[in-house]
């Protein structure tokens, strides 16, 4: 069966090459908006399964694979940066914290949908407004939930995480590998 990712995540498409998972792509493009008074977890969960849902309406034959990661601090989830200032609150936020990334995952195929998440706690060093400006400045944290990437500039930042590493990357894969295994796609 086709494994279809509904992402335009370079990560994402990085972590399944780099796990051996043969998929191609068809990004869902739908609006994520967090509703009122809505669990981080559950939004998560809910961003997931309506891009596999999008997807798999027009590939009913394939295998739809689909994520959503939050970054949660305080119950307050951090989507990707709309702006400089709006990274440069986000970072505020994390510095010197511990915070919560949470992915869901939504696989669809013939006869199945499942629907799980993966949650991994995230311990960010100091961070001095300077360090704050000198990263935004490089770009790295405008395409990223809570405005950083665990893998790029902010790993020198990140002085302990309690998980899946990939999860905060973008996809957890082990929790992909074993829901496609289950499932009989692979």
């Known amino acids: 069966m086709e494994i279809v990712l509904a992402s335009a ?12 998972i043969r998929f191609s ?3 869902a493009n739908l609006k994520e908006v967090l509703r009122s008074n809505e669990a981080p977890k559950v939004f998560a969960e809910r961003m997931a399964r309506e891009k596999a849902e999008a997807v798999h309406k027009s590939m009913p034959n394939a295998c739809i694979l689909a994520a959503d990661t939050v970054v949660v601090v305080d119950d307050l989830v951090l989507g990707k940066p709309d702006s400089a200032a709006d990274a440069a609150r986000m970072l505020r936020l994390l510095a010197g914290r ?5 992915t869901g995952v939504c696989l669809i195929g013939a006869g ?8 991994t706690t995230v311990q960010f060093n100091p961070l001095t407004d300077d360090e704050i400006q000198n990263y935004i400045s490089t770009g790295e944290p405008m395409d990223k939930a809570g405005a950083y990437g665990i893998q790029g500039l902010a790993s ?3 002085s302990k995480i309690d998980g899946d590493y990939f999860n905060v990357v973008g996809l957890p894969v082990a929790l992909v590998w074993r829901m496609l295994q289950e499932h009989g796609v692979l």
Do not use: C, T, Y
């Open 9 to 20: 995540s370079p990560r994402r498409q990085e972590l399944l090459k780099n796990a051996g």
């Open 25 to 27: 792509i068809r990004p």
């Open 98 to 102: 511990q915070h919560k990334v949470i």
């Open 112 to 119: 199945f949908e499942d629907l799980r998440s993966e949650i």
């Open 156 to 158: 020198r930042w990140i």
